[in-house]
């Protein structure tokens, strides 16, 4: 019981200060369900991430999903999943019911363009964290910006890119080619 | 009654089918906006300011806003939990399989290209964020002027933020709160 109210509370969490869509809650991850809960590790975070992009629904969502479920079953899965989406509900419906024009305040404004700053910032390091762990070799490090050029540069829909990503996996471990150590 | 099943309806539609995302919900919402007459296009744009400015999915945002806009405080619980339920469906049999499955070779050939492919994925959202955040990119269009470019209160908050890290880890949470009274105070 107790590790179901935390993994509510973690996930309450973690929507609540999740500002800029669902790769910027990576820095909030790492703390509670790596560093501070020991639910998953980095590359499982990684792989769910991954999955997430190419199945249905919101990625935030669905890692909460994941990591619910892999702690508590799926009573798990579905409280981590009430606890991520239950701040938005709150604070939609009171924004809804009594501040329309919320986007518009200059205070609102001015404290978004702060945490975006901070956000940039926040994910910049969870970013050089994971990549010594997700980024072991030289084929890794080639994939990781091939799918970074073709996520800035190209048409191509993300989970099409995932989809190519894993393919890229299985052929280069099959034919033997590999990166070798990455100093 | 009829409108909330259609409202639990049109939002199961989209959670199934809307693969990748906030903005992947967004062609979804325009046609349900015109299937249904509950709301217009402009309607669309206010949702998308509200649910880019607050915190949480964007998706589950929309959601409740529609639900509490269409249909008041049941609605905002209907939307969501409708949008949101095909994929917890979804997850949980894919964690099945692959807790199944995990041991087999290729499962873990294809995480060998996952892992970086999700690394690169989140460096191109940071970027994202970065442009948004440090640059005036709509105000230098306009004037052409380097010196427009740069958005300087940012760019110092952020280093600001990145030699206190260094010093010490502080909790994400903290950062932003943090942030996002410097913004008020300094008017971002």
């Given at each position: 019981?107790?590790?179901?109210?935390?993994?509510?509370?973690?996930?309450?969490r973690?929507?609540?200060?999740?500002f800029?869509?669902?790769?910027?809650?990576?820095?909030?991850l790492?703390?509670?369900?790596?560093?501070?809960?020991?639910?998953?590790?980095?590359?499982?975070?990684?792989?769910?991430?991954?999955?997430g992009?190419?199945?249905?629904?919101?990625?935030a969502v669905?890692?909460?999903?994941?990591v619910?479920?892999?702690t508590?079953?799926v009573?798990?899965?579905?409280v981590?999943?009430?606890g991520?989406?239950?701040?938005s509900?709150i604070?939609?419906?009171?924004?809804?019911?009594?501040?329309?024009?919320?986007?518009?305040?200059?205070v609102?404004?001015?404290?978004?363009?702060g945490?975006r700053?901070?956000v940039?910032?926040?994910?910049f390091?969870?970013?050089t964290k994971l990549a010594?762990k997700?980024?072991?070799d030289?084929?890794?490090?080639?994939?990781?910006?091939v799918?970074?050029?073709?996520?800035?540069?190209?048409?191509l829909?993300?989970?099409?890119i995932?989809v190519?990503?894993?393919?890229?996996?299985?052929?280069?471990?099959?034919?033997?080619?590999t990166?070798?150590?990455?100093? | 009654m009829?409108?909330l099943?259609?409202l639990?309806f049109?939002?199961?539609?989209?959670g199934?089918?809307?693969?990748?995302?906030?903005?992947?919900?967004?062609?979804?919402?325009?046609?349900?906006?015109?299937?249904?007459?509950?709301?217009?296009?402009?309607?669309?744009?206010?949702?998308?300011?509200?649910?880019?400015?607050?915190p949480?999915?964007?998706g589950v945002?929309?959601?409740?806003?529609?639900?509490?806009?269409?249909f008041?405080?049941?609605?905002?619980?209907?939307?969501?939990l409708?949008?949101v339920f095909p994929?917890?469906v979804?997850?949980?049999?894919?964690?099945?399989?692959?807790?199944?499955?995990?041991?087999?070779?290729?499962?873990?050939?294809?995480?060998?290209?996952l892992?970086p492919?999700?690394t690169?994925?989140?460096?191109?959202?940071?970027?994202?964020v970065?442009?948004?955040?440090?640059f005036?990119l709509d105000?230098?269009?306009?004037?052409?002027n380097?010196?427009?470019?740069?958005?300087?209160k940012s760019?110092?908050?952020?280093?600001?933020?990145?030699?206190v890290l260094?010093?010490?880890?502080?909790?994400?949470?903290?950062m932003?709160?943090?942030?996002?009274?410097?913004?008020?105070?300094?008017?971002?």
């Open positions: 019981m107790k590790e179901l109210v935390n993994l509510f509370m973690a996930f309450f973690i929507g609540a200060f999740t800029g869509g669902g790769y910027a809650m990576l820095p909030m790492q703390k509670e369900v790596v560093e501070k809960y020991h639910w998953a590790t980095e590359d499982e975070i990684m792989d769910y991430f991954a999955i992009q190419c199945t249905p629904g919101i990625i669905n890692t909460a999903t994941f619910g479920y892999k508590r079953g009573i798990g899965g579905i981590a999943t009430l991520i989406i239950t701040p509900l604070i939609i419906t009171l924004i809804a019911a009594f501040l329309q024009n919320f986007a518009d305040l200059a609102v404004k001015y404290a978004f363009n945490i700053a901070c940039c910032v926040l994910i390091n969870a970013v010594k997700s980024v072991i030289k084929i890794c490090l080639g994939i990781c910006i799918v970074l050029l073709l996520s800035l540069f190209s048409p829909s993300p989970a099409l995932v190519l990503a894993g393919i890229a996996g299985v052929i280069f471990k099959r034919t033997g080619i990166g070798g150590e990455k100093k | 009829t409108g099943l259609r639990a049109e939002f199961f539609k989209t199934l089918f809307a693969v990748g995302g906030g903005l992947a919900t967004l062609p979804f919402l325009y046609a349900m906006g015109t299937a249904t007459g509950w709301f217009n296009a402009q309607d669309v744009a206010n949702m998308i300011a509200i649910s880019e400015s607050t949480g999915p964007m945002n929309m959601a409740t806003y529609v639900g509490f806009t269409s008041g405080l049941p609605g905002a619980l209907l939307g969501p409708a949008l994929s917890v979804i997850i949980i049999l894919i964690s099945k399989i692959l807790n199944k499955f995990k041991e087999s070779k290729l499962v873990q050939d294809v995480f060998y290209g892992r492919a999700s690169g994925l989140i460096i191109a959202a940071g970027l994202g970065a442009k948004i955040a440090l005036h105000q230098y269009e306009i004037t052409q380097i010196a427009d470019l740069l958005n300087y760019i110092i908050l952020a280093v600001v933020i990145y030699l260094r010093k010490k880890d502080f909790h994400p949470i903290l932003v709160v943090a942030s996002a009274i410097v913004g008020i105070i300094f008017k971002f």
